[in-house]
């Protein structure tokens, strides 16, 4: 039998948080942290919110699974992220020595890899996992707020 918690689930689930950061007027960014098929922590970006330019959606979902596991290490942990993670959040996702990266859209900008931040060496990184409709969602954001103004 197939399992259905598989990249493309998980992925739906970070994009869920992404919505809820596009209904609070964020950049719609969301993020989740499984480890054994289970969501150990969830996110979207909170930056207006807080006022706080850390608080990235994969700042925050780090920050929950840490609190879950009671350490600092995520060893075992997959971070699904619906937008390339930026060098910021590349270097607390090194720290954290996660096991995987899974991520949506690139960041052909202000993402990672052209940023040329290294990833912990261990870590596996995807790409492109529901990516179009990752883009579609930022598309549509910006494209609201340009309209606003």
Not at 14 to 37: I, Y
Not at 93 to 101: A, F, G, R, T, V
Request: hydrophobic share 40%.
């Amino acid at each position: 039998m197939e399992n259905p918690f598989d990249d493309t689930y998980f992925m739906k689930r970070a994009l869920l948080e992404a919505e809820n950061a596009f209904e609070m007027g964020e950049v719609p960014v969301g993020a989740v942290v499984v480890a054994d098929n289970r969501i150990i922590g969830k996110a979207h970006n909170l930056t207006e919110r807080l006022n706080d330019v850390t608080a990235h959606a994969e700042m925050q979902a780090i920050t929950a699974a840490a609190n879950y596991i009671g350490g600092k290490y995520l060893h075992g942990c997959t971070l699904y992220v619906t937008l390339e993670p930026c060098q910021m959040c590349a270097g607390a996702l090194y720290w954290s020595q996660i096991s995987k990266i899974v991520y949506g859209a690139r960041d052909l900008e202000r993402g990672f890899s052209v940023m040329g931040t290294t990833i912990h060496p261990k870590t596996e990184v995807i790409q492109g996992v529901m990516e179009q409709e990752a883009a579609e969602l930022l598309k549509r954001f910006f494209i609201q707020r340009r309209n606003r103004n």
